[in-house]
């Protein structure tokens, strides 16, 4: 049973360039987050997505930043015009239910911007 | 809003047990994690407890949760070379209806085990 599918593990892209990180949910889950690791501190949430909903999307800056997760296929998270602040590790996770006690980490996406 | 707590570093020697603390301010948290974060990897879910809980052991681990005093901690018994890494403590509540898997995590805690 895979876990947490997340790609690419790293990525580098220029300043103003297009960031695009996809997470496969391990099977069975129809939940899925996203958090952003900055260099040297904990995880911050940014959004919790159901198929082809945005649920919470309280900890997303408000804007180059958007997130999806259509009925088909994998969430995307989507950085438009990157900087240099956005080099960090974003990690998807996925649970069955909202109301599940079992939340699972991909191993992550790490982006650097040059 | 929600603060979760964790002291910097921890350094023990191979053998010795380690005891990662932890403290949090939401009083309606639900569950409480921990993970294990090493090198250039992911997080590894290491355990959980419910909040009605004081006490969970699951082989080498035990975690212990006041919930008067809000403070969870990390037991690793005969703490092994293996076992140096970030370890994260995180809490979900269903304040205002948000959904468990929207976790709060402390800053991690670096184990360092010494041969």
């Known amino acids: 049973n895979a876990g947490v599918m997340q790609n690419p593990r790293h990525l580098v892209r220029r300043r103003g360039q297009e960031a695009r990180l996809r997470c496969s949910p391990m099977?069975?889950?129809?939940?899925v987050y996203w958090y952003r690791q900055l260099p040297e501190e904990g995880l911050k949430f940014m959004v919790y997505?159901?198929?082809?909903?945005?649920?919470?999307e309280s900890g997303m800056p408000k804007e180059r930043f958007s997130a999806e997760f259509p009925k088909e296929g994998p969430s995307i998270l989507r950085i438009q015009q990157v900087v240099r602040g956005d080099s960090a590790a974003y990690f998807c996770?996925?649970?069955?239910?909202?109301?599940?006690?079992?939340?699972?980490f991909g191993e992550g996406s790490w982006l650097t911007v040059v | 809003g929600e603060d979760v707590e964790q002291s910097l570093f921890l350094s023990v020697r191979e053998g010795d047990s380690s005891v990662i603390n932890c403290t949090y301010t939401d009083s309606s948290s639900t569950y409480l994690y921990w993970y294990k974060q090493e090198p250039g990897a992911g997080l590894q879910l290491l355990t959980y407890?419910?909040?009605?809980?004081d006490m969970k052991q699951d082989q080498r681990l035990t975690v212990l949760l006041n919930k008067k005093d809000k403070h969870l901690s990390l037991r690793i018994a005969d703490t092994q070379t293996g076992d140096s890494a970030i370890y994260f403590c995180a809490e979900s509540s269903n304040a205002g209806g948000t959904s468990y898997g929207k976790l709060t995590f402390g800053q991690g805690t670096i184990l360092t085990v010494h041969p």
């Open positions: 407890i419910f909040s009605n809980m």
């Open positions: 996770a996925s649970s069955p239910a909202s109301s599940g006690n079992t939340i699972y």
């Open positions: 099977k069975g889950h129809s939940h």
């Open positions: 997505l159901q198929k082809e909903n945005i649920i919470d």
